[in-house]
């Protein structure tokens, strides 16, 4: 074994390392102290962050391995990777959770190591420990560091003997009701319920007074249970209109740590966050080296080695508190990696091997700003309900050196009911905030998803208001702006209308043109869809749906080739072509002179219109014959709202209810779901039993409404 001195540049010169060079029969492999060999990979996850993973893996000559279950059999993991193995059934406790599962396709396929992404195992000790007896490297800190900072009652009492700000609570034991609605008493509300092994917002609920401390208590408990399996708490005083700050921070297994700046991550839903941004604005060099160096003492403070997060409530003063830590890779640690030039999977990778961290704290220069924002399946406008189902229309902006889209799904693929439902990441980088906030929105409207609501829009809305374009965010950020971020529908111009009309029109010449060049009389005047008639013009009655209203429209087929529209009492003429580019359409067209070019996608009965200033969607009314059972039809009770499992069944044939009172306890996509009453009445049939699935609309329970008093009586 030879000793060599090897040179490597840095952002600010030469620095010097002493390596080990090992010899193989595959040739010369540098080694540097415990160094493991990683020649080939298991990921333990799925989607988005298991593409990202390989991504990385492949450009480094390392090669993946995939687990998949039931659900994800023809995913876009599965598809790039070298390999890939069958573990389960769609539910991920057979699956992505089988501990057992995992590590006997890690020891078939041979692999190295496994990257647990983040989620599921991720932050599970028993697997970290159970990797370690098997010889399998785990990508992540030693499972004494995810015990510590995996329990949040530890993680403060290790937290306040390293001198890093804690906010005080209760983290004791006794776990009864009355215990702990005694303590939160004592702290005084608003108080937050937290599950000790939580993360990602699950088994998180905030109590504003003792009269709902019970109620949200048992649901915080119920969903620590299904995404943990573990339901003691903690109770906290909740610090108002905070923001949640983190500071993403790496170990090696010689003793450094560093961080790599702070995240601001204060926008969410359901304590979930949506969009995150690096540095954090307004926040002084000063605070940003305290926060970073408080960070390092709390991943000091347990030995820490790989990619961790430190979160933090900051106060308006710029105080700021531990609130826990993340022991793995995040969702946005690509903000991080566009304002530092680094790659943190490639650093995990190495460190994992045993190599030193490839830089030192002077060595790491924040350059720009960068924001990334979580696209979702849901709908904002129904608090934000997770939805699932088919992407029958993807597209996307372009990637480049400063915008990138982290994603596990391609057009075609289904958002299944069974996990997250995140479609994509779309990550900018931009020379300061302002440009950067200006990229984000301008590749937000260039993501165009059709067959299931997203927050797109949603996310158009938040990035552009007057507030957060101060960078005065908070976690309230949403709930305080609520008016102007979900503001009334606007019923689509004049303008929009013509041009869903002429992407009809030219949509159903395009068909018949194709239709006619296969038939067997190409001339006959009934293969033609122009217009033409001899010596009159062609006019042609529309009629368009808009949301739920109907609006007629007169299509005047010119000489020329152009129209005429009627709507209303309004006149346009309208010329047009569809446009083939990357395989998507467009429809180059002028309303009374004004040109535009927006993207058309005609599915089904609707088109949808998507351009700089927005989307738009005009459909054509289908025939009541023909027309299905809406989700609103179920005026007899209420209807599962997405495909789940009942998680508890609160009432019973007979029973009295009133608008908005809990019937049903739902989980889908790993989140708990209250369904109420939608109006005053009698329970008439309950149609499922806890642990039963429900499909998507499915009626719950039937509901008739409760006899006036007095009615049928004669007077």
């Known amino acids: 074994m030879a000793a060599v001195i090897l040179s490597f540049p840095t952002l600010q010169g030469l620095r010097i390392f002493t390596q080990k060079l090992s010899w193989t029969k595959r040739g010369v492999r540098f080694v540097s102290g415990e160094v493991g060999r990683i020649e080939k990979v298991l990921i333990a996850n799925r989607g988005e962050i298991a593409c990202r993973v390989m991504r990385t893996a492949k450009k480094m000559g390392v090669r993946s391995v995939a687990v998949y279950s039931d659900a994800d059999r ?73 015990r510590d900072m995996g329990i949040k009652s530890t993680s403060k009492y290790i937290m306040s003997a390293a001198g890093v700000p804690i906010i005080g609570g209760y983290h004791g034991e006794d776990q009864s009701n009355e215990r702990l609605q005694a303590e939160a008493a004592q702290i005084g509300y608003p108080v937050m319920i937290k599950a000790v092994r939580g993360g990602g917002g699950k088994g998180m609920r905030i109590a504003q007074s003792g009269s709902v401390f019970l109620e949200q208590l048992e649901s915080a408990r119920r969903e620590a249970r299904q995404s943990f399996n573990d339901d003691v708490m903690l109770v906290e005083k909740f610090v108002e209109d905070p923001r949640h700050v983190e500071v993403q921070v790496f170990g090696d297994m010689h003793g450094n740590v560093v961080y790599l700046f702070e995240r601001d991550c204060s926008v969410q839903r359901r304590h979930q966050k949506i969009i995150e941004e690096a540095p954090g604005p307004d926040i002084s060099p000063e605070v940003r080296r305290k926060l970073g160096e408080a960070a390092v003492k709390a991943a000091k403070a347990v030995n820490y080695v790989g990619a961790g997060t430190v979160e933090f409530i900051m106060d308006a003063q710029h105080n700021f508190y531990f609130m826990e830590m993340n022991t793995r890779l995040q969702v946005e640690h690509p903000v991080s990696e566009m304002i530092t030039g680094t790659d943190l999977v490639e650093w995990q990778l190495r460190v994992a091997a045993g190599e030193r961290l490839p830089l030192l704290q002077d060595d790491i220069i924040l350059r720009g700003h960068s924001f990334e924002a979580r696209i979702y399946a849901e709908d904002p406008n129904n608090d934000f309900l997770p939805g699932a189902g088919p992407l029958l229309h993807l597209s996307t902006p372009s990637s480049d050196q400063h915008t990138r889209i982290e994603t596990g799904v391609r057009e075609g693929d289904e958002v299944s009911a069974h996990y997250d439902p995140m479609i994509a990441k779309l990550v900018v980088w931009g020379e300061d905030r302002s440009a950067a906030l200006k990229k984000l929105r301008y590749g937000l409207r260039q993501y165009n ?32 702006h609520y008016a102007d971020l979900f503001p009334p529908p606007k019923t689509p111009s004049g303008e929009t209308i013509c041009q869903a009309a002429l992407g009809l029109v030219l949509q159903e010449r395009k068909h018949t043109q194709e239709f006619t060049q296969t038939s067997t009389d190409p001339f006959s005047p009934f293969g033609y869809s122009s217009g033409w008639r001899s010596n009159i013009q062609f006019n042609r009655n529309l009629t368009l749906q808009l949301g739920d209203k109907k609006v007629d429209l007169v299509v005047v087929y010119n000489k020329d080739g152009s129209f005429t529209m009627q709507v209303g009492e309004e006149v346009y003429h309208v010329t047009g072509e569809l446009e083939v580019e990357g395989g998507a359409s467009f429809l180059h067209c002028s309303v009374d002179g004004v040109k535009s070019r927006p993207k058309l996608v005609i599915l089904d009965n609707t088109v949808h219109l998507f351009s700089t200033e927005g989307s738009a969607q005009v459909s054509v009314p289908v025939p009541k014959h023909l027309a299905g059972v809406s989700s609103a039809g179920a005026q007899g009770g209420a209807v599962a709202p997405m495909t789940g499992t009942i998680e508890k069944v609160m009432v019973k044939a007979g029973d009295t209810v009133a608008v908005g009172d809990p019937l049903m306890v739902m989980i889908a996509m790993k989140m708990e779901h209250t369904i109420r009453a939608p109006k005053s009445g009698v329970i008439k049939r309950v149609f499922f039993t806890e642990g039963s699935q429900a499909n998507r609309h499915a009626p719950l329970v039937e509901l008739e409404e409760e006899a006036e008093e007095g009615e049928g009586s004669s007077q």
């Open 449 to 480: 998803i059709v067959g299931l609501n997203t927050n797109i829009d949603f996310l158009l809305s938040l990035s552009g208001h007057p507030e957060f374009e101060a960078g005065n965010v908070t976690t309230s950020f949403i709930p305080q």
């Open 74 to 146: 023809h995913s876009m993991h599965v598809a790039m990777a070298d390999e890939a193995y069958h573990i389960g059934p769609a539910a991920s406790q057979q699956s992505y959770l089988s501990m057992e599962k995992v590590l006997e396709v890690a020891k078939k396929s041979g692999s190295h190591a496994v990257h647990p992404g983040y989620g599921f195992l991720s932050e599970n000790t028993e697997f970290a420990e159970a990797c370690k007896q098997e010889g399998i490297i785990f990508i992540g800190p030693p499972s004494s560091a995810i």
